[in-house]
C-alpha cells in the first residue's frame, strides 16, 4: 500500500497535498445531510470565542463567527457512517501510513467547520517552531531515508466547493520546513499575504496537511455556506491531543482517574466503528490502524 511518487514529492515539497474526488457525490449528499439534521447544533464563535485580530485581512465582516460541532463519528445510525468511514477509507489509509506510520491512531476529536458568507478565517497557526523561535516537539515534519513522518496530519474532508477567492483553509507551502518563527503580523494576515495560499477544491476532496506546515483559514467570501470536516491523526506512539488539559495546568492523579467512567463509552464507540468499517477491513486490522481507546484525555477536549 503505497502512494504514488508525485504525492511523496509533493507533499514533502508543500507540506499539504489535495487528494480529488475521495468522497462520491452520494458519500457528500449523505454527510451534508447529515449536516443539515444537526445544523441547530452548531455554535458559532462570536466575541471572545472570536479567532482573528479585529480590522485585519483575516477578520471577514468582523462580526460573523465560523461555526463548529464535534461529535459525528456518534450520531445515529444513518448519519454517522460516512464521517467514520474517514478513519480508514481505502483511499486515505496509504496516505495515513504514508505519512505516519503504520499503526496511526485518531487523535483528538474530528469537528465540523461552518462559515456563512463574511465570517472570520482564522490566524496562520502551526509549524515546526514557536513564537519565539524555539523548537516545538508537538509539531514537527521529517523525512529520513526516503520515509515521511508527521507529529500531527490533519485530514480536511471538503464538503462544498471552494472556488479561487471564496477563502477557507489557506496554508504557506513549504513553511514545514521553516527555520525562523512566524512574524506575528504574518499570523494575523497584515503581512506577507503573497505567501499565503487557498487550494480549490471540490466536494468530495480532502486535503491532506502536516500541522507543522503554517496554515490557518481566509475569511469565506462565497454565498453558500462552507462545510468541512477535519480530523487530525498521529503516528501510534504519539498523542498530541492530550495537551489540551495541560492548558489549564496539569490534572491531579485523583482527576486523571476521575476520567476513567469514559472508558466504557469509548469501548462501545471503538467497537461500533470497527464493526462499520468498509469491506477489506477486519475488525483486528481496523483496531491496528485506528486505535480510538488508548489516548482517553483525547476524548475529552
Ligand atoms: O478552516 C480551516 O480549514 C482551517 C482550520 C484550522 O486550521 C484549525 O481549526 O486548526
Given at each position: 500500500?503505497?502512494?504514488?511518487?508525485?504525492?511523496?514529492?509533493n507533499?514533502?515539497?508543500n507540506?499539504?497535498?489535495?487528494?480529488?474526488?475521495?468522497?462520491?457525490?452520494?458519500?457528500?449528499?449523505?454527510?451534508?445531510?447529515?449536516?443539515?439534521?444537526?445544523?441547530?447544533?452548531?455554535a458559532?464563535?462570536?466575541?471572545a470565542l472570536?479567532?482573528t485580530?479585529s480590522?485585519?485581512p483575516?477578520?471577514?465582516?468582523?462580526s460573523t463567527g465560523?461555526?463548529?460541532?464535534s461529535?459525528?463519528?456518534?450520531?445515529p445510525e444513518?448519519?454517522?457512517?460516512?464521517?467514520?468511514?474517514?478513519?480508514a477509507h481505502p483511499?486515505?489509509v496509504?496516505?495515513y501510513t504514508?505519512?505516519?506510520?503504520?499503526g496511526?491512531?485518531?487523535?483528538?476529536?474530528?469537528l465540523l467547520i461552518?462559515?456563512?458568507?463574511?465570517?472570520e478565517?482564522?490566524?496562520?497557526?502551526g509549524?515546526?517552531?514557536?513564537?519565539?523561535?524555539?523548537?516545538?516537539p508537538?509539531?514537527?515534519?521529517?523525512?529520513?531515508?526516503g520515509?515521511?513522518?508527521?507529529t500531527?496530519?490533519a485530514v480536511?474532508?471538503?464538503?462544498?466547493?471552494?472556488?479561487?477567492?471564496?477563502?477557507?483553509f489557506?496554508?504557506?507551502?513549504?513553511?514545514?520546513?521553516l527555520?525562523f518563527?512566524?512574524?506575528?503580523?504574518?499570523?494575523?494576515?497584515?503581512?506577507?499575504?503573497?505567501?499565503?495560499?487557498?487550494?480549490?477544491?471540490?466536494a468530495?476532496?480532502?486535503?491532506?496537511?502536516?500541522?507543522a506546515?503554517v496554515h490557518?483559514?481566509?475569511?469565506?467570501?462565497?454565498?453558500?455556506?462552507r462545510?468541512?470536516?477535519?480530523?487530525?491523526?498521529a503516528?501510534?506512539t504519539?498523542?498530541?491531543?492530550?495537551?489540551a488539559f495541560?492548558?489549564?495546568g496539569p490534572?491531579?492523579?485523583?482527576q486523571?482517574l476521575?476520567?476513567?467512567?469514559?472508558?466504557?463509552?469509548?469501548?462501545?464507540m471503538?467497537?461500533?466503528?470497527?464493526?462499520?468499517?468498509?469491506?477489506?477491513?477486519?475488525?483486528?486490522?481496523?483496531?491496528?490502524?485506528?486505535?480510538?481507546?488508548a489516548?482517553?484525555?483525547s476524548?475529552l477536549?
Amino acid at each position: 500500500m503505497s502512494i504514488p511518487d508525485i504525492d511523496r514529492f509533493n507533499f514533502d515539497l508543500n507540506g499539504f497535498i489535495v487528494l480529488r474526488g475521495v468522497l462520491s457525490e452520494s458519500e457528500v449528499a449523505a454527510a451534508n445531510k447529515a449536516i443539515d439534521e444537526n445544523q441547530h447544533q452548531l455554535a458559532e464563535r462570536k466575541g471572545a470565542l472570536r479567532n482573528t485580530k479585529s480590522n485585519t485581512p483575516l477578520s471577514g465582516d468582523g462580526s460573523t463567527g465560523r461555526r463548529d460541532l464535534s461529535g459525528m463519528l456518534g450520531w445515529p445510525e444513518g448519519q454517522r457512517e460516512v464521517f467514520r468511514n474517514i478513519l480508514a477509507h481505502p483511499r486515505l489509509v496509504p496516505y495515513y501510513t504514508a505519512l505516519l506510520g503504520a499503526g496511526y491512531r485518531m487523535d483528538h476529536l474530528p469537528l465540523l467547520i461552518t462559515s456563512e458568507t463574511g465570517a472570520e478565517g482564522f490566524s496562520l497557526h502551526g509549524g515546526p517552531l514557536g513564537g519565539d523561535g524555539s523548537f516545538n516537539p508537538t509539531l514537527q515534519y521529517r523525512c529520513v531515508g526516503g520515509q515521511m513522518w508527521n507529529t500531527l496530519l490533519a485530514v480536511s474532508v471538503v464538503l462544498v466547493d471552494h472556488n479561487e477567492g471564496d477563502g477557507g483553509f489557506c496554508v504557506v507551502r513549504g513553511s514545514h520546513k521553516l527555520n525562523f518563527p512566524v512574524p506575528p503580523d504574518m499570523a494575523t494576515g497584515e503581512a506577507l499575504s503573497e505567501n499565503v495560499f487557498q487550494p480549490v477544491t471540490r466536494a468530495g476532496d480532502v486535503v491532506l496537511f502536516s500541522e507543522a506546515t503554517v496554515h490557518g483559514a481566509l475569511p469565506w467570501t462565497a454565498d453558500r455556506q462552507r462545510r468541512i470536516a477535519l480530523y487530525r491523526f498521529a503516528p501510534p506512539t504519539m498523542a498530541y491531543g492530550r495537551q489540551a488539559f495541560m492548558h489549564q495546568g496539569p490534572l491531579s492523579h485523583t482527576q486523571v482517574l476521575g476520567q476513567f467512567h469514559l472508558l466504557p463509552l469509548v469501548f462501545d464507540m471503538c467497537l461500533s466503528i470497527v464493526t462499520s468499517l468498509p469491506t477489506g477491513h477486519t475488525p483486528l486490522h481496523g483496531l491496528n490502524q485506528c486505535s480510538m481507546a488508548a489516548p482517553l484525555s483525547s476524548w475529552l477536549c
